[in-house]
T-cell receptor
């Protein structure tokens, strides 16, 4: 079945470091892909999305490109801040579904230290 | 435009009691999804509902768990005779339909069974 795999955390970076969180997926056809962020004690917020191959989603300095050939959707940010400390979830929505049943990866915890 | 509202934010129950978790979707959203997040794990789909209908409950435990989304009022996730293993964060999400835009999440209810 459809699934999402993420790099294991926790990830600890110094402020202004470059961030990459790897995400790969298994799905039929062309799913929609998402990154969600969960700050401590909060729910999930949609960070960015891409709905077709080669699309680049971006928001708040974060970017991810939908790579069909490698079935990947890696999250990147050029310079992280302490306020980016959170758990990041990669997710997919299978194509041709009659409703939005989003499948989540296990999440990657990021800690940014000053 | 209020987001997805979940209450209570925190709920403590003794073993054997009942837990009722409420979710009011965003205005204009008629699709509700419940997910469970166990400690150190990702989100697992539980159930998808539309008004007065359960569409997909493939992620719901077979016993003690039930969900409803009445014509009037919030969606309710009900857990009867709670056990310690039910301790988790329960998130509700809503969407306007199958439009590949993903979900809007509530802040969750953190259930602790003592």
């Amino acid at each position: 079945g459809d699934s999402v795999t993420q790099m294991e955390g926790p990830v600890t970076l110094s402020e202004e470091a470059f961030l990459t969180i790897n995400c790969t997926y298994t799905a039929t056809g062309y799913p929609s892909l998402f990154w969600y962020v969960q700050y401590p004690g909060e729910g999930l917020q949609l960070l960015l999305k891409a709905t077709k191959a080669d699309d680049k989603g971006s928001n708040k300095g974060f970017e991810a490109t939908y790579r069909k050939e490698t079935t990947s959707f890696h999250l990147e940010k050029g310079s992280v801040q302490v306020s980016d400390s959170a758990v990041y979830f990669c997710a997919l929505l299978p194509m041709k579904t009659s409703y939005d049943k989003v499948i989540f990866g296990p999440g990657t915890s990021l800690s940014v230290i000053p | 435009n209020a987001g997805v509202m979940q209450n209570p934010r925190h709920l403590v129950r003794r073993r054997g009691q009942e837990a009722r978790l409420r979710c009011s979707p965003m205005k204009g959203h008629s699709h509700v999804y419940w997910y469970r997040q166990l400690p150190e794990e990702g989100l697992k789909f539980m159930v998808y509902l539309q008004k007065e209908n359960i569409i997909d409950e493939s992620g719901m435990p077979k016993e003690r768990f039930s969900a409803e989304f009445p014509k009037e009022g919030p969606s309710i996730l009900r857990i009867q005779q709670v056990v310690r293993g039910d301790s988790a964060a329960y998130f509700c999400a809503s969407s306007p339909g199958s439009d590949n835009y993903g979900y809007t999440f509530g802040s969750g209810t953190r259930l602790t069974v003592v």
